[in-house]
């Protein structure tokens, strides 16, 4: 298109796309780039989205304002089920598509047997536009099926238009009619047509493959290799002249074409230095500097700015017109999937685009103390920017986690706060919210006396102690009679008690017990609430040990999701991590998905998703919820204790 002097690579680490140093440490995408440009007199831009599953909510946040999708994809089996996902976020989203066959020059069987292959990956049929032409076994160029003309490939250039091999013509009649045949199934002519042998205009064919992928009755296909630039240009004429516009992108999202200037926030960015940027589409009308805008969340912001972006470079202007795709400068009170609207008038919601649960997490902890505030903000700004990203307060264990998709999102996520935003932390498993509990009932008494000149400490209580069903926390009550225990300090044995379950004989928090104040006395001077607060802890103190106190821990309902030939591996997974399967069921609306629902120790899902990803050739997904407290005993539980107790002593 030549909106670039110069074409990078990736293994270079010099494109201008993926110029993140996150990115450029992974070898990969990690957050969405975009990138603008003209072809024969239309602009295009493109949002290049990371292909990881661990990224896949910005494809979603990105798909809503798009007209089409183009989904680059190898013929290799072993990328069927990623591609799989990412056809169905499509599928969902209504968005036409094309499938880009990547590396032809490299592939080593026939494109039928790759489509073959690739099918399962997609609801919606799949229409081979292009097949390659071979010599000694590598594809040196491609027959259009549509045009009805060959090309061979040159090396970071246009191919060249070449006449019809005399060995390929069967070969194309054959795959042309196979073509022809499927957008025959929604055109009566057609049909009629292939059934009388008439060769059908042209013009015909390329208004079926408009409509057709409009419509998503098909995906095309075509071929090519895109670091060579081969099969690139054939596709940026498809897009040019099959791909919907904003028009129907329009009519698919349910916005009016008249009304005010409305967009659509796809991407929120906090740079270092210029503040918040927010990728938008313009749906309607156009914007320029200075308008106020209003938000579907109703708070109001005025555009400060308008840039161009083409990767990590930014070119300013004054307005964005209707269809274009451009960076909007301190919209503070517009967020990622937001519509927004010039003028007073609060817009609609256009779309809700929910973000995943996590299913890996990190506890943070800053190295600098006074980076805890600058923390608060920057996790904030990262939140915002990607909402597939959780931040998760835990008083109960005096930790703050970052949860998110996976270990190289959170990992993407820490770099990106050092680099972005100058704030270092040292990350960690996060604690395991252990309990304890008893299996006996026991009673003691807590007699606290103290004498230091002037009024004393008196406070005498006998407490009993019994086990109660799981769940039902920590119950008090009292069977005082005659005034022993005068009823003005009765709460104050209570908050005692409470304050001493906060941390049992084993080390953790006791639950699920009832505590009754049986008898005690007090002294009519040197009684007070403290004193009957700290005669309760001793008693408490004194009373768990006795009560057969057992570890707690929180076990979670488990449901997996896995291709079918995954089933064996997962359940291996569960097993190995003290698992129990409860059931196995198809998944609905996925052919070739099983699920598995099984309880496992919320201790063994550390790196649950890593290992399942790794069985799945990175598909398998899980969703969890806590379920109860079991009990842990034997070598696990003393495991745990121990390393309570040097925690604490550390």
């Known amino acids: 298109m030549g909106a670039i002097d110069r074409q990078g690579k990736v293994a270079d680490r010099n494109t201008v796309g993926d110029a993140s140093p996150e990115a450029r440490a992974q070898g990969m995408s990690t957050e969405p780039n975009v990138a603008s440009g003209e072809f024969l007199g239309d602009r295009f831009t493109f949002v290049d989205c990371p292909g990881s599953v661990e990224f896949l909510h910005d494809m979603r946040t990105v798909l809503p304002a798009c007209d089409a999708a183009v989904v680059v994809c190898e013929a290799d089996d072993r990328k069927v089920p990623a591609l799989e996902l990412v056809m169905r976020e499509l599928e969902e989203a209504d968005v036409p598509r094309f499938l880009f066959l990547n590396k ?120 090519g290799s895109a670091e060579r630039g081969n099969g690139v240009t054939r596709l940026l004429k498809a897009l040019r002249h099959e791909a919907p516009r904003l028009a129907e992108t329009r009519a698919r999202l349910g916005v009016p074409a008249d009304g005010p200037p409305l967009a659509f926030a796809m991407k929120t960015n906090h740079t270092g230095q210029g503040g918040k940027l927010t990728l938008a589409r313009v749906l309607r009308g156009s914007m320029s500097e200075g308008d106020t805008v209003v938000s579907s969340r109703g708070g109001d912001a005025r555009i400060a700015g308008i840039v161009d972006l083409k990767g990590q470079s930014q070119n300013r202007r004054a307005t964005a017109g209707e269809g274009e795709t451009v960076a909007f400068a301190r919209l503070d009170n517009v967020a990622t999937s937001d519509a927004f609207a010039v003028g007073k008038d609060r817009p609609s919601v256009i779309v809700s685009v929910a973000p995943p649960d996590p299913v890996f997490s990190l506890a943070l902890a800053v190295r600098d103390r006074k980076d805890d505030v600058r923390l608060t903000a920057a996790l904030a700004k990262i939140a915002e920017e990607d909402p597939s990203l959780a931040l998760e307060q835990r008083p109960d264990l005096g930790e703050l986690r970052l949860c998110g998709q996976g270990e190289m999102h959170l990992r993407v996520a820490v770099a990106r706060l050092a680099s972005r935003f100058g704030v270092t932390v040292d990350v960690r498993k996060p604690q395991i919210a252990y309990r304890e509990t008893i299996r006996h009932a026991a009673q003691a008494r807590g007699r606290h006396k103290k004498q230091s000149g002037g009024h004393g400490q008196f406070g005498d209580v006998v407490l009993r102690v019994e086990p109660l069903p799981r769940g039902s926390g920590i119950v008090f009550t009292d069977t005082i009679t005659g005034g022993v225990v005068p009823k003005q300090y009765i709460p104050s044995v209570e908050i005692g008690v409470r304050e001493a379950a906060e941390r049992g004989p084993l080390g953790f928090p006791v639950v699920d017990v009832k505590v009754t104040l049986t008898d005690g006395s007090y ?128």
């Open 104 to 223: 032809i020059d490299a592939a080593s069987r026939r494109v039928r047997e790759t489509l073959a292959s690739l099918q399962r990956a997609s609801r919606t049929p799949l229409l081979l536009r292009q097949i390659p032409i071979w010599k000694d076994g590598i594809a040196i160029g491609f027959i259009d099926l549509a045009l009805e003309r060959a090309f061979v490939y040159r090396e970071y250039a246009a191919s060249e238009v070449i006449d019809l091999p005399f060995s390929e013509i069967s070969r194309e009649k054959e795959a042309r009619f196979s073509m022809l045949e499927r957008l025959a199934d929604y055109d009566d002519q057609l049909m009629e047509d292939l059934v009388e042998e008439i060769e059908p205009p042209r013009d015909r064919v390329f208004d079926d493959l408009s409509r057709e992928l409009r419509d998503m009755h098909v995906v095309p296909v075509l071929i």
């Open 523 to 650: 002294h009519s001077v040197d009684s007070s609430d403290m004193a009957f607060r700290a005669a309760a802890k001793l008693a408490m103190a004194e009373m768990l040990p006795q009560a057969k106190p057992v570890l707690l821990e929180p076990m979670l309902a488990v449901e997996i999701a896995v291709p079918t030939e995954a089933m064996s591996k997962a359940t291996a997974i569960i097993s190995a991590r003290r698992g129990q399967i409860l059931g196995y069921d198809s998944r609905p609306g996925w052919l070739g998905w099983d699920l598995v629902n099984a309880l496992i120790p919320e201790a063994e899902m550390d790196d649950l998703i890593v290992e399942l990803r790794s069985a799945t050739a990175g598909v398998g997904s899980f969703s969890a919820r806590f379920d109860h407290l079991a009990e842990l005993s034997g070598k696990p539980a003393d495991q745990v204790v121990t390393a309570r107790a040097a925690a604490a002593s550390a």
